[in-house]
């Protein structure tokens, strides 16, 4: 199924889902690692009641995984990252930051461990399997680095464990926050976690065999439907609201972890060895010049989100910029993550926001704006 209007070529790869969200209502389609996901489904309005009030589907076959396997996989993954993966277990993911020799962040990816020798990193938008095949070459460790058959889908909001007892029985009502396991479902192989990027309780199935990517969509939501479920899109509003990071965004390759407040991501004072290890020390020792914070716009209900960096004044001096900014209708207020200079970043300094078109008194708060335990994910 297609739509002459979408414009779509063979160097952009599509979804196994692709005809079921088109079926089932995406109207507009963007671009993440090199392949379409749908952004449109009607009022992003809407699609944030929907997925706090009940639960919506989202295809998310754009977060491509990077095989890591071999004998020495263990070790290169902890290369890759500076989070201490010496307690991960198999059967558990992490939140990890890729970083370059520079400390600048390359991804922030879930890693999920599978198996002793083997894992994925569930990726933002950025091509870390490049990364991960040039770290290879003159690491000395034998790997083996792929991109698999793997595409997930996640499945968030409150009715979410709801659809899937029905799909899959009571056993999933024990996998715990951040952990996976393996699943049949009628012959659909996949991995199934307790994650997703949207702060509400959720899961993510990672289908491994794209030839069934219609069925599982539609089985989905045909088992959802008396629990609510809405065909969605990953919402901007709610992962603002969470203080969630949208890579390029909010960070990128001249962004380090401890500029976002990651502190806990980065291991320091221990002997694991990888990439940045010296440089992360030096920009630590030598403490950050500009940090992330949550940032209040005084303005009328903002009809989009952002899609420029806004300048943030001083007087006359441009001290930082706001990166991801949308209204929040739980809320009832216009919410932002912003970058600015450390000596302005204290809580409820006002500035002014240039949007371009007007200027907008803005205060900082703090951040995630909503739940900042991550209660409602976790519990």
């Known amino acids: 199924m297609s739509n002459k209007n979408f414009g779509f070529g ?16 995406a109207t507009g389609f963007s671009v993440y690692n090199h392949m379409y996901i749908p952004r449109d489904f009607g009022s992003p309005e809407q699609n944030f009641w929907n997925l706090i009030e009940k639960s919506i ?11 890591i396997t071999g004998p020495d996989a263990f070790k290169f993954v ?19 930051l890729i970083v370059n020799n520079e400390g600048g962040i390359l ?30 070459i003159n690491s000395g460790l034998n790997v083996k680095i792929q991109e698999p058959d793997v595409s997930p889908l996640q499945l968030q909001g409150p009715t979410s464990l709801e659809i899937m007892v029905k799909l899959f029985g009571e056993d999933i009502k024990s996998l715990k926050y951040y952990w996976l396991r393996e699943y049949d479902l009628d012959g659909i192989p996949l991995i199934v976690s307790r994650t997703g990027w949207s702060s509400e309780l959720g899961y993510e199935l990672y289908l491994r065999d794209g030839s069934k990517g219609n069925e599982l969509y539609e089985k989905i939501m045909t088992t959802g439907k008396e629990h609510g479920l809405a065909p969605g899109h990953t919402s901007t509003i709610r992962r603002i609201e ?30 694991i060895n990888f990439i940045g290890k010296e440089t992360l020390k030096k920009i630590k020792a030598d403490g950050i010049k500009r940090k992330q914070v949550g940032v209040e716009l005084n303005c009328d209900p903002l009809q989009s989100p952002n ?34 200079a450390i000596e302005h970043s204290d809580i409820d300094n006002e500035f002014m926001v240039d949007n371009g078109e007007t200027k907008i008194k803005c205060r900082i708060v703090d951040k995630p704006f909503y739940d900042p335990k991550k209660t409602i994910a976790s519990s």
């Open 57 to 67: 589907l989202c295809d998310v076959a754009v977060e491509r995984q990077v095989e």
């Open 307 to 340: 899609t420029t960096f806004w300048k943030i004044y001083k007087n006359e001096d441009v001290i930082g910029k706001v990166t991801s900014a949308v209204y929040s209708p739980r809320l009832k207020k216009n919410i932002a993550l912003a970058m600015v």
């Open 242 to 271: 969470g203080g969630m990071l949208s890579y390029h965004a909010d960070a990128d390759i001249n962004t380090n972890p401890f500029e976002l407040g990651f502190d806990r991501l980065v291991n320091l004072d221990n002997d």
């Open 107 to 136: 991804n922030d990816p879930v890693l999920l461990r599978l198996a002793e020798n083997h894992f994925w990193l569930s990726l933002a938008d950025s091509d870390i399997l490049l990364w991960a095949q040039g770290v290879a």
């Open 10 to 25: 063979t160097q952009i790869r599509k979804s196994p889902y692709f005809d079921s969200t088109v079926k089932w209502g």
């Open 78 to 96: 902890q290369l890759l990252t500076p989070r201490d993966l010496s307690k991960l277990s198999i059967g558990q993911c992490k939140y990890v």
